[in-house]
């Protein structure tokens, strides 16, 4: 019988080492800053748990080539959805840089980016030691009717319901902001870094507007 995949849910992920040096370079003054401000949580944590990471980079112009170089990938991969994308204009709504604690018990809890329509990772400092993100099956109906899985599969399954994807620096991941994804819970091991970032699509004649 011939098999088709419908109501897919698309993570890309490419590799761009290119990026990595500058920034880190660009970045460190922000982990600094952070793990300046928490300096007395650290006194009762002793770091434990803690996730360093910065404000807004959107006008920081070290991190211009990045940012124009996502925003177009976002586009292509809203394009290729089947998006009518000349009626959208899309907007960076948030990118920030974040360092796990190096005392260990760094994570992030399940969450989404609500109001959003594409997000992404890019990791600068990683290992195969370290933290990574875990991603949830998305469809309700799917969760709630799963079957118990079998115990040896070789790779993601349509009834995949977690998708543990293990990044290297350089490694870039774009996917739908409806996607619930965690991060797990690092052993401090090696050094993990990474820019976050969400995109949304507004129409252009509310753009041109604002």
């Known amino acids: 019988m011939d098999k088709k995949n419908y109501f897919t849910t698309p993570i890309w992920a490419e590799e761009r080492p290119d990026f990595i040096k500058s920034l880190n370079k660009a970045s460190d003054k922000y982990i600094k800053d952070s793990k300046k401000k928490h300096r007395k949580l650290f006194k009762t944590t002793n770091d434990y748990g803690q996730l360093h990471y910065s404000g807004s ?31 959208y204009q899309t907007i960076l709504s ?6 796990f604690s190096q005392n260990g018990g760094g994570h992030q809890s399940t969450q989404v980016s609500p109001n959003q329509h ?43 319901g977690l998708l543990h994807f293990k990044p290297v620096p350089g490694t870039l991941i774009i996917f739908p902001s409806y996607l619930e994804y965690e991060f797990a819970i690092d052993a401090a091991i090696e050094p993990f870094r990474f820019i976050q970032w969400n995109i949304q699509s507004v129409p252009k004649e509310i753009a041109k507007d604002a």
């Open 118 to 160: 594409v997000s992404g990772f890019y990791f600068l400092k990683c290992s195969d030691k370290t933290s990574f993100p875990i991603f949830h099956e998305p469809r309700t109906g799917a969760k709630a009717t799963k079957l118990k899985m079998k115990t040896k599969l070789n790779g993601p399954v349509s009834g995949t």
């Open 57 to 87: 980079l959107a006008n920081d112009n070290n991190f211009l080539d990045f940012r124009n170089y996502i925003g177009a990938k976002s586009w292509e991969f809203l394009d290729d959805h089947g998006y009518d994308m000349d009626q």
């Open 94 to 99: 948030h990118m920030w840089v974040q360092e």
